[in-house]
């Protein structure tokens, strides 16, 4: 027969202290094999799917999809198979008692298989906290898949007609799922604990523009954006700067050996930072093709603990809304945060004093000034500019 094993909130990040269950993936009475998928959970950096450590059968659902539980805490009891008793997973750790009761038969929020393949993970949790069926939503995204805005959709509407509140209408409130809650953390510690300051450059992006349009037209794909020309050529110039490159413990800098540039991406309803991992090795249409993997996964909240790890300095873009200068908040513990502006023709003298047009690129660079000092930050945006500029050496394999 085997034996009942409690499965406890695994730790799926570095920075993880509690996690919500978005949809276990088996129903209790359900058969596993090891390396199934077993249930799907959010953590403070990326929605997880958590598989099954050796084969069984899943006895009781503790923590059903919706709810919270801390790490470590119960959330299943599996029963394993009798040939594999001896891999089963160790009990739990002792800790606060889940959240929820427990239940045994499937939860009612707990789409069929074909529900699940079909909807992103945030558009479930959507939907979940919308009261919306994904039965009546139609998907709009690649192969039909329901997507957060399709789930916006289909609840549009609900909210007419309800009475007012007081003189600043009905109020609605926003849960925030443990990822918001750790950005919101972060940003504070950010901004109450770094002395930090910034300095801005205006980078001519001309011959960045002429780059493109000739890999473009060398049929090179994927032709990469100006941000990926920005992630190369910060990697480039980290390679002279490494105190840029570094964490910030107290008494001291650590100063990292591989250069992990770090993308802000825009996902629906979170701020993520996934990571291209030694950025100063990879060409450029490497670069290109993994920020697209990294940002559509980030969309879809797919990223995998991996893909969020070890950055060690940050790149965050908002040209593509027309921005053209902004500070970003310093990621903690990395020491620099660069933010990147539009990309926009402009006015400007030429050599011999007459007006013209070229396109141009504001930076700003913020730096923690207890690792690094203002002309080492400036010698570094000289460098990124050259780079940019002259931006032959950026596709040298």
């Known amino acids: 027969m085997g034996e009942v094993v409690d499965i406890g909130m695994p730790r799926l990040s570095d920075s993880m202290e509690e996690a919500t269950i978005l949809t276990w993936l088996k129903a209790p009475g359900d058969r596993f094999a090891r390396g199934e998928p077993l249930v799907e959970v959010e953590t403070d950096k990326a929605t997880v799917v958590y598989e099954a450590e050796?084969?069984?059968?899943?006895?009781?659902?503790?923590?059903?999809?919706?709810e919270t539980a801390e790490l470590g805490a119960l959330i299943a009891r599996?029963?394993?198979d009798a040939?594999?008793?001896?891999?089963a997973a160790p009990a739990a750790p002792t800790a606060a008692p889940a959240k929820a009761p427990a239940a045994s038969t499937k939860p009612d929020s707990v789409q069929p298989e074909g529900e699940r393949s079909r909807a992103t993970p945030v558009a479930r949790r959507l939907a979940r906290q919308l009261n919306v069926s994904l039965d009546d939503v139609q998907g709009t995204g690649p192969?039909?898949?329901?997507?957060?805005?399709?789930?916006?959709?289909?609840?549009?509407?609900?909210?007419?007609g309800a009475p007012e509140g007081d003189g600043r209408g009905v109020p609605s409130v926003v849960e925030h799922s443990p990822t918001q809650r750790r950005i919101a953390e972060r940003m504070a510690e950010?901004?109450?604990?770094?002395?930090?300051?910034?300095l801005e450059a205006e980078i001519a992006m001309d011959a960045a523009a002429m780059l493109r349009d000739e890999l473009r037209g060398s049929g090179r794909t994927p032709v990469p954006s100006f941000n990926d020309l920005v992630v190369r050529a910060v990697a480039l110039a980290l390679r002279d700067f490494p105190a840029l490159n570094a964490s910030?413990?107290?008494?001291?800098?650590?100063r990292h050996d591989r250069i992990n540039i770090g993308?802000?991406?825009?996902?629906?309803?979170a701020l993520l930072v996934p990571t291209i991992h030694d950025a100063d090795r990879k060409p450029l249409l490497s670069i290109a093709a993994e920020s697209r993997r990294l940002v559509e996964a980030a969309r879809e909240r797919r990223l995998t603990p991996a893909d969020l790890a070890d950055g060690t300095f940050t790149v965050s873009n908002l040209g593509m809304f027309g921005v053209r200068r902004f500070h970003a908040v310093?990621?903690?513990?990395?020491?620099?945060?660069?933010?990147?502006?539009?990309?926009e023709q402009r006015p400007f003298a030429d050599k011999d004093g007459k007006v013209a047009a070229r396109r141009s690129m504001d930076v700003v660079l913020s730096c923690d000034h207890r690792v690094v000092y203002g002309a080492e930050a400036a010698r570094f945006l000289k460098r990124l500019r050259e780079l940019l500029e002259s931006p032959a050496s950026l596709v040298a394999e």
């Open 143 to 160: 192969g039909g898949r329901i997507t957060v805005s399709d789930v916006e959709e289909a609840a549009g509407g609900e909210a007419k």
């Open 190 to 198: 950010s901004r109450a604990s770094i002395p930090e300051f910034t």
């Open 78 to 80: 599996i029963r394993t």
């Open 263 to 269: 993308i802000a991406v825009d996902a629906p309803d």
């Open 330 to 343: 310093i990621n903690p513990p990395q020491t620099a945060i660069l933010a990147v502006g539009t990309v």
């Open 83 to 87: 040939s594999v008793a001896t891999r």
């Open 248 to 254: 910030y413990e107290p008494g001291r800098s650590i």
């Open 54 to 66: 050796v084969d069984g059968i899943l006895e009781e659902i503790v923590v059903p999809d919706g």
